[in-house]
């Protein structure tokens, strides 16, 4: 019996989607990077505070993006429900909300103490006055004694809710650019790549602290590394999906013929601002504009690796 496959672009998870991965990726690696970096390499109060406020705005504006497309939105309660991780093991969205869940609670526990210090928190006028009730400073207190504790269960949750992203994807068979272990990989390496172009042009462009050039520099290489695993990674993908399934090679023909995603993505996502920062990393800057630059393609090209795998994702009906 002959069987005709009929593929097709799939339309359901488009930019909308694509933005939900982004932040999600990015608001976990924020947070897991800044409260790193507090831990062991730096007690730095600014950055925490911006990471832990970047990563909760970041996981509560994509989480919102996947709210508002719920075809039944009362069924969000069964996934906030942590046993519906043990009672469907491969529903990975379940997993993914309780990571996203806990990773936004410890990111806020963490950053209570700072915020109890810093003078612009303390004069807003209702957040002072909440800062100062019993149970929170009793609270902070707490926090401050396990300090170590709970910044590890949020940069745990964090990396968590960074693999999640690939997971997501690649637990859909029927779309062979999707159901590839790479996806994880790649979702997860471009989280973090993405978190440190995000902290660099916040030290650049905000904190501006002479103190941190250590650090600056610290992130500057990792992202030039990240970067480079990334292009490999890419390439890979482009051997595996000329030389796959049928499904497979058509989504190689949408990604490698399309200008926004060999442009803009490759080209000013991935190899500009990766020459960017070799630069800086071999010969220092005398203007700090290219890495702010750097970042911001870091930045852009990240959400166009979503949004063009989202575009890209072929699948096939056996009829």
Known sequence: MEVNITYETQDIWTWWFAVYLYTGGLG???????????????????????????????LSLGSLMLFWHLLDHLAVIHVFNPLAMFNQ???????????????????????????????????????????EWGFVVKLSDFVEKYRKLFGWLAVATGVGVAVYTGLLLQSFPAVALWANPGVVVLFTVSAFSTAMAFLLLIMYTIIKDDADEHLRVLYERSDLGLIGAELLIILSFFFYLQRGPESAMRSWEILFTDLGWLIGFIGF??????????????????????????????????????????????????W
């Not at 409260?35 to 730096?42: A, G, I, S």
């Not at 609670?105 to 800062?131: C, E, H, M, S, W």
């Open 269 to 318: 996502g991935l190899i500009v601002p990766f020459f960017l920062e070799l630069k800086g990393v071999i010969k220092g800057w005398t203007s700090h504009a290219p890495i702010i630059a750097a970042s911001i393609f870091v930045l852009v090209g990240g959400y166009l690796l979503r949004h063009y795998f989202m575009y890209a994702g072929v699948y096939a009906y056996p």
């Open 28 to 58: 976990a690696a924020v947070v897991a990077v800044t409260f790193f970096t507090d831990m062991y390499l730096k007690a730095h109060r600014n950055l925490v505070l911006w990471g832990a406020g970047a990563g909760f705005v970041l």
């Open 89 to 131: 093991p491969m529903a990975w969205i379940a997993w993914g909300t309780q990571f996203i869940l806990w990773m936004m609670i410890f990111a806020v526990l963490y950053a209570i103490p700072y915020a109890r210090v810093t003078p612009l928190f303390q004069n807003a006028p209702l957040l002072g006055k909440a800062l």
